[in-house]
């Protein structure tokens, strides 16, 4: 059966644009990817907003420990956005915030797609200067949003209710990942062929 991926960055990044910059044109903010792999993806969202990238390269010295990370881009006197597909344990993500303090950073957020948040994420989180960790709701959070006041969920039901009524109406996708694209997106009829329109 043919599969299509879902991407919360579009829920992410609408939350970024309205809800972190003091900035009409997002001059505050600078989009980091904690390490190469997720360099892509932290620029593509940095281009679609119009803000700044940073990137990570780390250094493992075994799983889920980073012993050394270095950043590529200026941060200075900004707002940071660290950007992942998932927080796990919390190492990398913690360290990448401490590192931007470091390096002047003003704040520090992160927004992830999945909050896994193994033990001792919460813990650490909490001791970080992360200011805000912003997840998506595709894991359940109600004991971790008690233990650790930084952290916002943003829902995405309005993404899957989206995705369901376009494959049910014969419609892309794609649609809803594009740049200009807000969720939810209201359904337009007209663009609708008239033998897959509901009763």
């Not at 997720?38 to 493992?60: C, N, P, Q, T, W």
């Not at 980073?66 to 200026?74: A, N, P």
């Not at 950007?83 to 990448?96: P, Q, R, S």
Request: aromatic share 4%.
């Amino acid at each position: 059966y043919p599969i299509d991926n879902l991407y919360a960055l579009p829920i992410l990044r609408d939350f970024i644009r309205t809800q972190l910059s003091d900035s009409s044109d997002l001059s505050d903010i600078v989009i980091v990817s904690p390490d190469a792999g997720g360099a892509k993806r932290a620029e593509h969202l940095a281009k679609v907003l119009g803000a700044d990238l940073a990137i990570f390269s780390k250094k493992r010295d075994r799983a889920n420990e980073v012993s050394k990370m270095i950043l590529v881009g200026e941060v200075k006197g900004k707002k940071c956005v660290i950007v992942d597909d998932m927080v796990d344990t919390g190492g990398t993500l913690t360290l990448a915030a401490e590192k931007l303090k470091e390096y002047g950073a003003t704040d520090v957020y992160a927004a992830c797609s999945h909050g896994v948040l193994s033990p001792p994420a919460v813990e650490r989180i909490n001791k970080s200067p992360l200011k805000q960790l912003v997840l998506t709701d595709t894991i359940p959070l109600h004991d971790k949003i008690e233990e650790c006041g930084k952290i916002t969920v943003v829902p995405i039901a309005g993404l899957l209710a989206q995705a369901i009524d376009r494959v049910h109406t014969g419609r892309s996708l794609s649609h809803l990942f594009n740049a200009e694209s807000k969720l939810p997106i209201k359904v337009n009829m007209d663009d609708v062929p008239p033998w897959k329109r509901r009763a």
